[in-house]
């Protein structure tokens, strides 16, 4: 394992694997349609360019939700 990977790094790895297991989410316009976001917020939490409790949730479900737990 790579340590200080930054979250973007780790779902961006989480996302490939899933792709290549045929598994979703597989892309992060996945993850926006799973929960009803555009995908730029989407980026932008991935990027941790968003701030704050909100961004911090939306960032544990979206881990919960590529499987990355």
Same mark, same amino acid.
Not at 12 to 41: D, V, W
């Given at each position: /394992?790579?340590?200080?990977?930054?979250?973007?790094?780790? /779902?961006? *790895?989480? %996302? %490939? $694997?899933? +792709? $290549? &297991?045929? %598994?979703?989410? @597989?892309?992060?316009? &996945? *993850?926006?349609?799973?929960?009803? %976001?555009?995908? /730029?917020?989407? @980026? @932008? *939490?991935? &990027?941790? +360019?968003?701030?704050?409790? +909100? @961004?911090?949730?939306?960032?544990? +479900?979206?881990? &919960?939700?590529?499987? /990355?737990?």
């Amino acid at each position: /394992m790579m340590p200080n990977l930054t979250y973007r790094e780790r /779902m961006t *790895i989480q %996302l %490939l $694997r899933n +792709k $290549r &297991a045929g %598994l979703q989410p @597989s892309t992060q316009q &996945a *993850i926006a349609n799973k929960f009803g %976001l555009s995908k /730029m917020y989407v @980026s @932008s *939490i991935v &990027a941790e +360019k968003q701030h704050g409790k +909100k @961004s911090d949730e939306w960032r544990k +479900k979206f881990v &919960a939700y590529a499987g /990355m737990e």
